[in-house]
């Protein structure tokens, strides 16, 4: 029963996707460094350069998002913690303000989400904030969000959400759960916890970033759908280069790079990707496909304070 569930699921977020002239959403790379070294994460694997987003490339990126598809979901977030740097993260949001962009969205571990720097978010435009805690108890969280101290994650969000509380309007604050192996028998409590604290919870499944990672999402090849992934979301590394898709996390079939094209005609050098997928001519996508298993990931459950369960599209942030 409930693979016939999840495939109806998948058929139902297929039966959406087309090949957008623009993306729905677009992933920033502040920067390619993290402080955890979490379990289901690519990081400890990559071996391209780590840098940090020039200013004047995210100018160039939020003036052309701005002036094509101004509601298009930017997300601080993708292979690096954006609270490494917080003053240039704030820099930029403002920048992004300015410039017109209507969703601003920041993806962060917490571990770094001090009083201070959760003012001064606070005091942006941003439109939500994920916090990735995958754990109730201590011993749970540190074992998948290797070297970060749980005590030290849930008082920093606390202190957010009763920050945000305090004001009259703010973002969205959603904590994000991804079911592993033995931590989903802690959901209940954790749920409690954070709707009685007025977050929002996310639930969702494991991602294979490309492969790397076995899941155990039971869907046979022969259901596949187009890859959300695919269709719906740009991004672009710290140093300009746009890759093929979220799997490809070292750039190695990169389309080219912002600081010499412009945003629009690299998204449609993707289109003939995109259009694979939609044909269901998987066979002809190349070889890194053939391993994925992010295609099954299907839709996330979002529970909100006082309201019932809904299901987004899982491919809504990483």
Same mark, same amino acid.
């Given at each position: 029963?409930?693979?016939?569930?999840?495939?109806?699921?998948?058929?139902?977020?297929?039966?959406?996707?087309?090949?957008?002239?623009?993306?729905?959403?677009?992933?920033?790379?502040?920067?390619?460094?993290?402080?955890?070294?979490?379990?289901?994460?690519?990081?400890?694997?990559?071996?391209?350069?780590?840098?940090?987003?020039?200013?004047?490339?995210?100018?160039?990126?939020?003036?052309?998002?701005?002036?094509?598809?101004?509601?298009?979901?930017?997300?601080?977030?993708?292979?690096?913690?954006?609270?490494?740097?917080?003053?240039?993260?704030?820099?930029?949001?403002?920048?992004?303000?300015?410039?017109?962009?209507?969703?601003?969205?920041?993806?962060?571990?917490?571990?770094?989400?001090?009083?201070? =720097?959760? +003012?001064?978010?606070? %005091? &942006?435009?941003?439109?939500?904030? *994920?916090?990735?805690?995958?754990?109730?108890?201590?011993?749970?969280?540190?074992?998948?969000?290797?070297?970060?101290?749980?005590?030290?994650?849930?008082?920093?969000?606390?202190?957010?959400?009763?920050?945000?509380?305090?004001?009259?309007?703010?973002?969205?604050?959603?904590?994000?759960?991804?079911?592993?192996?033995?931590?989903?028998?802690?959901?209940?409590?954790?749920?409690?916890?954070?709707?009685?604290?007025?977050?929002?919870?996310?639930?969702?499944?494991?991602?294979?970033?490309?492969?790397?990672?076995?899941?155990?999402?039971?869907?046979?090849?022969?259901?596949?759908?187009?890859?959300?992934?695919?269709?719906?979301?740009?991004?672009?590394?710290?140093?300009?280069? =746009?890759? +093929?898709?979220?799997? %490809? &996390?070292?750039?190695?079939?990169? *389309?080219?790079?912002?600081?010499?094209?412009?945003?629009?005609?690299?998204?449609?050098?993707?289109?003939?990707?995109?259009?694979?997928?939609?044909?269901?001519?998987?066979?002809?996508?190349?070889?890194?496909?053939?391993?994925?298993?992010?295609?099954?990931?299907?839709?996330?459950?979002?529970?909100?304070?006082?309201?019932?369960?809904?299901?987004?599209?899982?491919?809504?942030?990483?």
């Amino acid at each position: 029963m409930e693979q016939a569930k999840h495939i109806a699921e998948l058929n139902r977020i297929a039966s959406g996707l087309k090949n957008p002239t623009f993306p729905k959403i677009f992933a920033v790379e502040l920067c390619a460094d993290c402080d955890l070294n979490c379990s289901m994460c690519h990081h400890d694997q990559m071996k391209r350069p780590k840098g940090n987003l020039p200013m004047l490339l995210w100018q160039k990126c939020a003036d052309e998002i701005a002036e094509v598809a101004p509601a298009t979901n930017v997300w601080f977030s993708f292979c690096g913690e954006p609270l490494l740097m917080p003053e240039r993260l704030i820099e930029m949001l403002e920048y992004g303000q300015k410039a017109g962009l209507r969703s601003l969205n920041l993806n962060t571990n917490g571990m770094r989400l001090t009083n201070d =720097v959760a +003012r001064k978010l606070l %005091d &942006t435009s941003l439109s939500t904030i *994920v916090i990735g805690i995958d754990g109730f108890e201590k011993e749970t969280y540190e074992k998948y969000r290797v070297l970060g101290d749980r005590d030290t994650v849930y008082a920093n969000v606390e202190f957010l959400l009763e920050e945000r509380k305090r004001r009259d309007s703010g973002p969205e604050i959603m904590v994000q759960f991804i079911e592993m192996d033995d931590n989903i028998k802690e959901f209940e409590p954790y749920r409690d916890h954070w709707l009685g604290l007025g977050a929002t919870v996310k639930l969702r499944r494991q991602l294979s970033w490309g492969g790397k990672f076995a899941t155990a999402i039971d869907v046979a090849d022969e259901k596949r759908i187009a890859c959300p992934w695919a269709i719906t979301m740009m991004h672009l590394f710290w140093d300009g280069r =746009v890759p +093929r898709c979220p799997g %490809d &996390t070292e750039g190695e079939e990169s *389309v080219g790079n912002a600081w010499d094209d412009t945003l629009v005609n690299l998204w449609g050098k993707l289109s003939g990707y995109r259009q694979l997928h939609l044909d269901r001519r998987f066979d002809e996508l190349p070889e890194r496909c053939d391993t994925c298993t992010d295609w099954k990931t299907g839709a996330s459950v979002k529970l909100r304070p006082g309201q019932a369960t809904r299901s987004d599209h899982q491919a809504s942030s990483r």
